[in-house]
């Protein structure tokens, strides 16, 4: 794996998990320390670019967004700073969801496992943010398909991939096929910065659902 040597030791720990239970302890035992590691000595950026992303076409304050894989409320946090309120948070650790929850930011928050199909009904959402969480050991991308059947048409899926996941994994074959059968088309996609002190890379993408 690329960028090793300037990785968190917990960030290394998450990408390299034997699988879910280790996983869900490491995120048990950083939840109360997640946000000052990942910005103040990594310098996460992904739920800033996703959002504003996002919020280049969006402009409805009322859209009904769901911020999948919300851990602490980062995302959250900056669609309300930004005067959208309707968010809904998932995501499969109760550690992160209590740190999110605090916030005071969402309109519910579920423990959900992103690596199975979604409680949601079909065009629950206007718009789907997935900021950090399409990462090595975490989630793949079969669980677009789901963002696609949960947002309505017209809405938007802005979600980041890191570099090695994006290199390791069929995104480009998954997005073609969606893109393929008229299930979404790409708005704006490209390789930009992620982490910025440990020099790790995302692709960014913003979908349009058809």
């Not at 998450?14 to 939840?31: K, M, V």
């Not at 959208?84 to 916030?103: I, P, T």
């Not at 990462?135 to 090695?164: A, N």
């Not at 997005?175 to 390789?191: D, H, P, S, V």
């Amino acid at each position: 794996m690329k960028n090793t040597k300037n990785m968190h030791p917990r960030v290394f720990n998450t990408l390299h998990s034997a699988g879910r239970g280790e996983l869900e302890s490491i995120y048990e035992d950083w939840a109360d320390q997640y946000e000052q590691d990942v910005i103040g000595l990594i310098g996460y950026i992904g739920h800033t670019i996703a959002t504003e992303l996002l919020l280049k076409y969006l402009d409805d304050p009322q859209a009904r967004i769901l911020d999948a894989g919300c851990g602490t409320g980062l995302v959250g946090e900056t669609l309300s700073q930004k005067g959208f309120a309707n968010v809904f948070g998932v995501d499969f650790s109760q550690a992160m969801l209590d740190q999110a929850s605090a916030k005071g930011i969402y309109q519910s928050l579920e423990l959900t496992d992103l690596t199975k199909d979604f409680v949601f009904k079909d065009n629950s959402f206007d718009a789907i943010v997935c900021a950090g969480t399409f990462t090595c050991g975490h989630v793949g991308p079969d669980t677009l398909r789901e963002m696609v059947r949960t947002t309505k048409t017209g809405g938007y899926i802005s979600f980041t991939v890191r570099e090695q996941e994006w290199d390791s994994a069929p995104y480009a074959e998954v997005i073609g096929k969606l893109a393929e059968l008229g299930k979404w088309r790409r708005i704006e996609q490209y390789f930009t910065e992620y982490n910025l002190k440990e020099g790790a890379s995302c692709q960014l993408c913003l979908y349009q659902v058809c």
